[in-house]
């Protein structure tokens, strides 16, 4: 579209559904698209900003004090992910620039794939399909690929916000597995079924530990040596929140040494994980790219909810989904 002088410029630093475009054209603001594959460095990342009005941003953009200083101009800035780690928000809050993020439409699609790795891991799928494809299947074998059943197990979620009460609810229902959880905060309304314990009862007491917690000072590394020294031997960890709240140092160590079976993660520290990571070489290891909110139906809403913050934002309105 044309640009006129007051036209609102939305710098947008990857393609994501078309529906975003839409909403913004409807409000008549210009879009900058990044469309190339590789994402912007930090540094063409505050180029392009220092022109924008708004942006859509990735959880792989950095925002910090030194951004927002070189970017006057930015008004509001939508994260296309609930988590907002990327962002330095005091800073954000200083310069007065409104965050918003995508909270509730990527639930489903997480919990789902914690599940994912959850029955991937316990049953052996991938390392099953291999043999199969490699021609190793020759006979029903009695005593192969010998999994553990979720029924009556027990699955410890850390971080009990809406991510993990959706994989509760999906465990305890679909699965018949016992839910214990841990969390900083009392959330209201939790399903009584569901025990609270300290981080250490649940470590010793569940079968399967699954993280869903944010990222912040006091999460970062929350999982190290001595939490492994104290998991179940046959427990398996899944991480479908941030990588860097595991040391991942210890949980190789702890693979390699059996102090757990196996480890299912969505993310790593960092991202992509360089493929000599040891990490690629541990045993009963699934490691998938970071695709927690890939669903059609996830994204197409994220882009619908990052537009919306983007459009309250320069209306100067409160963001439907506002820090
Ligand atoms: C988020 O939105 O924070 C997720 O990590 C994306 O998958």
């Known amino acids: 579209?044309?640009?006129?002088?007051?036209?609102?410029?939305?710098?947008?630093?990857?393609?994501?559904?078309?529906?975003?475009?839409?909403?913004?054209?409807?409000?008549?603001?210009?879009?900058?698209?990044?469309?190339?594959?590789?994402?912007?460095?930090?540094?063409?990342?505050?180029?392009?900003?220092?022109?924008?009005?708004?942006?859509?941003?990735?959880?792989?953009?950095?925002?910090?004090?030194?951004?927002?200083?070189?970017?006057?101009?930015l008004k509001v800035?939508?994260?296309y992910a609930v988590g907002v780690n990327n962002i330095d928000l005091e800073a954000a809050a200083k310069n007065n620039i409104p965050i918003g993020n995508t909270p509730d439409v990527l639930t489903e699609a997480t919990s789902d794939l914690a599940l994912g790795l959850i029955l991937n891991l316990t049953r052996k799928i991938v390392p099953a399909t291999q043999n199969a494809k490699?021609?190793?299947?020759?006979?029903?074998?009695?005593?192969?690929?010998?999994?553990?059943?979720?029924?009556?197990?027990?699955?410890?979620?850390i971080g009990m916000g809406r991510i993990g009460q959706s994989l509760a609810k999906k465990a305890q229902n679909g699965f018949g597995m016992n839910i214990v959880y841990s969390s900083r905060s009392q959330t209201k309304e939790i399903d009584p079924s569901f025990k609270r314990k300290t981080l250490k009862e649940l470590l010793q007491s569940s079968d399967i530990v699954s993280l869903h917690t944010d990222l912040n000072p006091s999460t970062r590394k929350l999982i190290?040596?001595?939490?492994?020294?104290?998991?179940?031997?046959h427990a398996y960890l899944i991480n479908t929140s941030r990588g860097e709240i595991i040391n991942q140092e210890a949980l190789v160590k702890a693979l390699q040494e059996g102090l757990i079976e196996g480890a299912g993660l969505d993310v790593t520290a960092p991202e992509p994980?360089?493929?000599?990571?040891p990490l690629f070489q541990t045993p009963n290891t699934l490691i998938t790219p970071h695709i927690g909110?890939?669903?059609l139906e996830a994204r197409n809403l994220m882009a619908t909810l990052a537009?919306?913050?983007?459009?309250?934002?320069?209306?100067?309105?409160?963001?439907?989904?506002?820090?």
């Open 224 to 233: 190290d040596h001595k939490e492994f020294e104290i998991m179940k031997k």
């Open 134 to 157: 490699q021609g190793e299947w020759k006979k029903w074998e009695p005593l192969g690929f010998l999994g553990m059943e979720l029924k009556n197990k027990t699955l410890g979620i």
């Open 307 to 323: 537009a919306k913050n983007i459009i309250a934002g320069l209306k100067g309105l409160p963001l439907p989904a506002g820090l």
């Open 77 to 79: 800035i939508a994260n």
């Open 1 to 73: 579209m044309p640009k006129s002088k007051e036209t609102n410029i939305i710098f947008i630093t990857r393609k994501i559904p078309e529906v975003a475009k839409k909403l913004l054209y409807e409000e008549g603001y210009a879009i900058d698209l990044w469309d190339k594959e590789e994402p912007p460095t930090y540094e063409e990342l505050i180029q392009r900003c220092q022109k924008a009005d708004g942006l859509i941003s990735m959880l792989s953009d950095r925002m910090d004090e030194a951004f927002f200083r070189a970017c006057p101009h």
């Open 273 to 277: 994980l360089p493929l000599e990571h």
């Open 293 to 295: 909110s890939a669903t």
